[in-house]
């Protein structure tokens, strides 16, 4: 019983261009999402996060998207560079359980 | 150390041995969190510590994995009689408070042989 999916296992985008990484959830109760960024051999690392009171945070060249009705989030990033080369994961915890519930991770590969 | 701290770094074990796994999370941090990486899937919750709260153990997959953290701070998360499909990457997360961003080490990399 998936939570949280990130149903592109993968994702290959030129550099500068846009990447967008999706993020589907069904538990309602989930009020905070999170995105993390993963290195081979290294632990996740925190990226951005968003309320659920809030349609959009932005962090430089990271956005990201909430649409509560539809259950869905969205990372942006633009313009995309090789080092965002890396496995993205989307989480969400809500506000009664604060214990982060994680997709399956997309690979993103941003190509000079 | 200023970030949360994983010992060891890597593990090789027999099949039916005991191990334990090390967690040292950022000072002051109240929550602690155990998740582990199968290969080529996502981050699976295993347990949660928050402040001097019964922790919520729902995640660990059977009675043979068990955790503790002891004065708040360090954490050790302990499988016994190790099965191969035991193997994984185990990580560790902290943070400030609960609901707040989470910070992970580097892991520990678990192959039971």
């Known amino acids: 019983d998936q939570q949280v999916k990130q149903n592109s296992p993968s994702l290959s985008v030129q550099e500068g261009r846009i990447s967008i990484l999706n993020c589907d959830y069904t538990?309602?109760?989930?009020?905070?999402f999170l995105w993390y960024k993963k290195y081979p051999a290294e632990g996740p690392t925190f990226l951005i996060s968003?309320?659920?009171?809030?349609d959009k945070n932005e962090d430089g060249r990271f956005t990201v998207f909430l649409n509560k009705s539809a259950k869905h989030l969205s990372l942006h990033i633009v313009p995309s560079q090789p080092g965002d080369s890396a496995v993205y994961f989307c989480?969400?915890?809500?506000?009664?359980?604060?214990?982060?519930?994680f997709g399956k991770g997309t690979l993103l590969t941003v190509n000079p | 150390g200023a970030g949360v701290s994983q010992s060891p770094s890597n593990k090789v074990t027999e099949k039916g041995k005991d191990v334990e796994l090390r967690c040292d999370p950022i000072?002051?941090?109240?929550?602690l969190y155990w998740y582990r990486q199968s290969l080529g899937q996502g981050l699976e919750f295993l347990i949660y510590?928050?402040?001097?709260?019964?922790?919520?153990k729902s995640g660990l997959p059977s009675d043979r994995f068990s955790a503790e953290r002891t004065g708040g701070s360090v954490s050790t998360l302990t499988i016994q009689r190790t099965q191969q499909e035991d193997s994984a990457v185990y990580l560790c997360?902290?943070?400030?408070?609960?609901?707040?961003?989470?910070?992970f080490g580097q892991g520990t990399r678990l192959t039971v042989v």
């Open positions: 997360a902290s943070s400030l408070a609960a609901g707040a961003e989470a910070f």
């Open positions: 538990n309602s109760m989930f009020d905070y």
């Open positions: 968003i309320s659920s009171i809030k």
């Open positions: 989480a969400a915890s809500g506000s009664s359980n604060y214990k982060l519930t």
């Open positions: 000072s002051g941090h109240t929550a």
């Open positions: 510590f928050q402040g001097n709260s019964a922790p919520d």
